[in-house]
Structure formats: structure tokens, C-alpha cells
């Protein structure tokens, strides 16, 4: 009977990553849940800038948020990624930024709830497939 292996921080998932095309993004996924119709993938991003925005100094990471994002449908079931994102304190006190959340420019800009590619998926499902937009809602979710 095998055992399954447990490892100690969040190992990268190839197959995982590259099925549900969040490598592209910068992601990498953790664990995943199907709520029903919604699939919730949980993710950290691969890499990010350690540098305050306001000042350019090299920051540390003081705690992490959740950041929800929607992303494109998986086998026709919406999808939303909870990225696990750094906040970071600047250290320089001539900075007028003291706490900051990472951002994550390759999946999506600040402040945005949905990923770059799904602002694109909108845009040709309602330019070139005649979608209207409460379709395109209601297969996002």
C-alpha cells in the first residue's frame, strides 16, 4: 500500500499548472475545490517584486491576503483563482508608502477582478460570437 508524500511548502504542480494555463499567468496552484458549477483554484504567484512603489527599496514581507480573481471557464464550469499575494512594509521612513499588497502585473493589474485573458475572452465572445454580455456573465459566473 503506498503512502502519500507530504511536502513541507507549496511545491509547484506542472501537469496542474499547465492544464489549467495558470503558468501563463504567473501562478501556481496549490489545492483546488469544485463548489458545484464553480471551480476554485488556490494560488500563489511565481515570482513578484520586492521593491516599494513609492520609493524603490527593497521591502519585507510583513503577512499575505487572499486575492480573488475570475478567470476563464474550465471545461465550460467558471472558474475563480484565490491568489494567496505578499503584503510588504517599506523600511524607509521618508516613504510615504508604509504597507503595500504585491502586484501581480502577468495575471491581472491592480485593483482588477478578473485576469487579463478573461477581459480579452469577453471581448471576442461579444465582438466576433455575437454574445451578449449577460451570457458572457453567466458562463463566467
Known amino acids: 500500500?503506498?503512502?502519500p508524500t507530504v511536502t513541507p511548502g507549496p511545491a509547484p504542480n506542472l501537469v496542474a499548472d499547465t492544464i489549467c494555463r495558470t503558468a501563463e499567468l504567473g501562478l501556481s496552484i496549490d489545492n483546488a475545490a469544485d463548489a458545484g458549477n464553480v471551480t476554485h483554484l488556490y494560488c500563489h504567484p511565481v515570482t513578484f517584486d520586492l521593491n516599494c512603489p513609492g520609493c524603490g527599496y527593497a521591502c519585507?514581507?510583513?503577512?499575505?491576503?487572499e486575492r480573488r480573481l475570475t478567470?476563464?471557464?474550465i471545461v465550460g464550469h467558471p472558474s475563480l483563482l484565490?491568489?494567496?499575494v505578499p503584503r510588504l512594509a517599506c523600511g524607509n521612513d521618508d516613504c510615504p508608502v508604509t504597507v503595500f499588497r504585491a502586484s501581480i502585473p502577468q495575471a491581472a493589474e491592480d485593483r482588477q477582478s478578473v485576469t487579463h485573458r478573461v477581459t480579452r475572452w469577453i471581448l471576442q465572445r461579444m465582438a466576433i460570437d455575437g454574445m451578449s454580455v449577460k451570457a458572457c456573465a453567466r458562463a463566467l459566473g
Open 1 to 3: 500500500m503506498s503512502h
Open 60 to 65: 519585507r514581507v510583513r503577512d499575505h491576503v
Open 71 to 73: 478567470d476563464l471557464p
Open 82 to 84: 484565490h491568489v494567496r
